[in-house]
């Protein structure tokens, strides 16, 4: 068909007059994404950045610096910053945690797992482990393999190294009972026992062989000393009839009786130096806050807070405030006689490898040697000097558990306790924190006395060591329950003045923080609101605050897992993570501070 040069012009310019319409509406369509994009651009840039949440934190022990810690890092991985300030009247480590020997297992004297302690146990081997790599950062050497003994040098000070050892604990049996208990506990609980690397020693040589000059014919008491065989075995054999109707519940549980421990041996355990573990786990919170948002901060102040409404005024806002004092909380306006308490005064020795002469003859001697990281211990030049005259303890044995213990730190340093004195105030016990060493050559030597004879049953060799120094502390103990002693958590029930409670400022924003269930202000219910505006400066109406307590002889298994679970509570704003035990002191009766048994 032939076209005509007149319908093939009409043809050309319809379809370029379509090219450049469709062209036209591409480069609009282009041009409206672009303005969209900048006009989206400019009005996150105008959003203004969520100031940093300011939390407060009462406490420099073994439980403050857990909260710390966890609250630093749980704010870094959502994305917010945090001003967190750690307050102690002495310093790190001053009160029971300071005191403490550094025994880390879970398990009670009758071999059965602590309340949650397996959870509890994990929990504090991993800050544990954090706590190592921020002193091995700190000190510029991150391979902590080649590094010798002695004392790492970092900024905050200089923290003894190794600040662990991973020798495991045991615990010889000291009576018949304690033989059949852990016997029979143990085995319950295998799945612990597996995680902790748990086991009952049932051979006598085996045992003396895992800390060599131990005896086991001296561990029991004269009635039931091993060598009496025949009357041991005796006690052990029920009756008859006992015996048949046991082996036919066993056998219905499935659980075969084994024969009775001589010791319990955990091989997963720790043995800690607690005044190099608290500075290293200082240096694991600043850390938590170099890595947080732009604005995160840790920092510590040496000031006694006797008043939280008075903190808030002088130094607040803060959006939350963490209380875990330990024996001192009686010394806080707002928390006396809230935390039913025991508080309960404790001594222990500090040991080193001594001249031969009667282990205890220098008592009174008590220099501050063991004060710090750089304690009288392996590392220390007075302790060396005296290696060629004393038996030093076997390298790579485990501690020792009982009453009294025995905690290795390294060859040349041994931790030997603990004394008990129940009933003392709160006001005894705050005086207490600032004279931790023990300069009374009366009480040291009535502390040597208490506890060496004791211990040289434990460990015959012991008696060629000398008392290096004195330490007293006081530990704040729960009421014993059902599930035995468990530790105190929770929300403290104080009341709020209406600015920060239910404020106009919690309902006038809806932006979050990226914290579910956290912002700045609180709302009607308490709750830190998304995105509202802080109390203002000077206003002494208390923040949502929290308590961590009565961790007692435990808090060293306890601490890293109370401070998770109080962390995640304090950012929520709720107390559903916890699980009822730890809120039972709301029901128990007021402090037993100052009462005796």
């Known amino acids: 068909m032939c076209i005509s040069a007149q319908a093939r012009g009409r043809y050309a310019t319809s ?16 041009r409206l994404a672009t303005a969209h994009a900048t006009a989206a651009s400019s009005q996150r840039q105008e959003q203004p950045v969520a100031p940093p949440l300011r939390v407060a934190v009462i406490g420099g022990g073994f439980a403050g610096l857990a909260a710390a810690y966890h609250l630093l890092t749980a704010a870094g991985s959502s994305g917010r910053a945090m001003e967190l300030t750690l307050y102690d009247a002495v310093g790190l480590g001053a009160g029971g945690s300071g005191a403490a020997a550094g025994l880390l297992h879970p398990y009670t004297p009758r071999g059965k797992m602590l309340w949650h302690g397996l959870d509890a146990f994990q929990d504090a081997l991993h ?6 790599a921020a002193a091995q950062e700190a000190a510029g050497d991150s391979d902590s393999s080649g590094t010798p003994a002695g004392s790492l040098e970092t900024a905050a000070g200089p923290i003894r190294w190794p600040l662990a050892w991973r020798h495991g604990m045991l615990r010889p049996t000291r009576s018949a009972k304690q033989a059949r208990d852990i016997a029979k506990f143990l085995p319950k609980d295998a799945q612990a026992a597996a995680a902790t690397q748990a086991e009952a020693v049932t051979d006598a040589a085996a045992l003396a062989a895992l800390v060599p000059g131990l005896n086991p014919a001296g561990l029991l008491p004269a009635e039931e000393e091993p060598s009496r065989t025949a009357e041991l075995e005796q006690r052990l054999r029920p009756a008859a009839g006992t015996q048949r109707r046991r082996q036919q519940q066993q056998q219905q549980q499935g659980q075969a009786a084994g024969p009775p421990a001589l010791g319990l041996m955990v091989h997963a355990a720790v043995t800690i130096h607690p005044a190099s573990y608290v500075q290293a786990l200082w240096l694991a919170c600043q850390a938590a806050a170099a890595r947080g948002a732009a604005g995160s901060a840790a920092s510590l102040e040496l000031q006694a807070v006797t008043s939280l409404r008075q903190l808030q005024a002088a130094r607040g806002p803060f959006h939350a405030v963490v209380v875990a004092a330990g024996a001192a909380v009686g010394s806080i306006e707002e928390l006396q006689g809230r935390l039913p308490l025991d508080l309960c005064q404790g001594h222990s020795l500090h040991m080193a490898p001594g001249s031969g002469e009667a282990a205890g003859s220098s008592s009174g001697s008590s220099s501050d040697a063991c004060s710090g990281a750089g304690a009288a211990d392996s590392s220390g030049s007075s302790a060396r000097a005296s290696h060629s005259k004393g038996v030093e303890y076997p390298a790579g044995a485990p501690s020792l558990l009982g009453s009294p213990y025995i905690a290795a730190h390294g060859s040349a340093s041994l931790v030997v306790g603990a004394t008990k004195r129940y009933g003392l105030s709160w006001q005894e016990a705050y005086q207490l924190l600032s004279a931790p060493m023990v300069h009374d050559a009366a009480e040291a030597e009535a502390a040597a006395a208490a506890l060496l004879p004791g211990a040289t049953q434990l460990w015959p060799p012991l008696a060629g060591w000398q008392v290096a120094s004195v330490r007293t502390g006081v ?9 035995g002693a468990i530790p105190y958590a929770g929300r403290l029930p104080l009341e709020a003045s209406s600015s920060a409670v239910g404020s106009s400022s919690s309902s006038s924003s809806s932006s979050s923080d990226g914290i579910p269930g956290n912002g700045v202000s609180q709302d009607a219910a308490g709750q830190l609101a998304p995105g509202a505006a802080a109390t203002p400066a000077g206003d002494a109406s208390l923040p949502p605050c929290w308590v961590i307590g009565g961790l007692g002889a435990r808090g060293l298994v306890y601490h890293a897992w109370l401070g998770r679970l109080v962390a995640t509570a304090v950012l929520s704003g709720s107390e559903h993570g916890l699980p009822a035990e730890l809120l039972r002191w709301r029901e128990l009766g007021p402090s037993k501070e100052g009462s005796k048994r």
Do not use: F, K
């Not at 379809?15 to 282009?30: S, Y």
């Not at 800050?127 to 190592?132: F, H, P, R, T, V």
């Not at 530990?475 to 599930?483: E, H, K, M, V």
């Open 127 to 132: 800050l544990l482990a954090a706590a190592e």
């Open 475 to 483: 530990r704040a103990l729960p009421i014993r329950g059902s599930d």
């Open 15 to 30: 379809a370029w007059g379509e090219l450049r319409r469709v062209g036209l509406r591409a480069e609009l369509r282009r």
